[in-house]
Nanobody, 118 residues
Framework: QVRLVESGGDLVQAGGSLRLSCAIS????????MNWYRQTPGKQRELVAT???????RYADSVKGRFTISRDSAENTVYLQMNSLKPEDTAVYYC????????????WGQGTQVTVSS
């Protein structure tokens, strides 16, 4: 089983920065893909950033150039560095592990609140 615990959410002023962390415990496979999603009330969960099994990253257009996803395999932690924050970045941010081998699965953390004031 996999357990994900997010931390680092906070209240920050527009233009500020935050770094979210996702601590991963349990069995991890090299082909696992790590994602950060976010969700605001009444809206669908939005994919923000992906760290692939080939150590590349992808971003939603809304955060490209401002957010950076990274993975520390030694610490089993995934980070989301968020710079130049905007009020529209306000959301609950969720860490997700997407597994394709040996069996398919999707694991979620409990979420961490990010609030950006104008």
């Amino acid at each position: 089983q996999v357990r994900l615990v997010e931390s680092g959410g906070d209240l920050v002023q527009a233009g500020g920065s935050l770094r979210l962390s996702c601590a991963i415990s349990g069995t991890i496979f090299r082909l696992d893909v790590m994602n950060w999603y976010r969700q605001t009330p009444g809206k669908q969960r939005e994919l923000v950033a992906t760290f692939t099994s080939s150590d590349t990253s992808r971003y939603a257009d809304s955060v490209k150039g401002r957010f950076t996803i990274s993975r520390d395999s030694a610490e089993n932690t995934v980070y989301l560095q968020m710079n130049s924050l905007k009020p529209e970045d306000t959301a609950v941010y969720y860490c997700n592990l997407e597994r394709r081998w040996p069996t398919r699965g999707s694991f979620w953390g409990q979420g961490t609140q990010v609030t950006v004031s104008s």
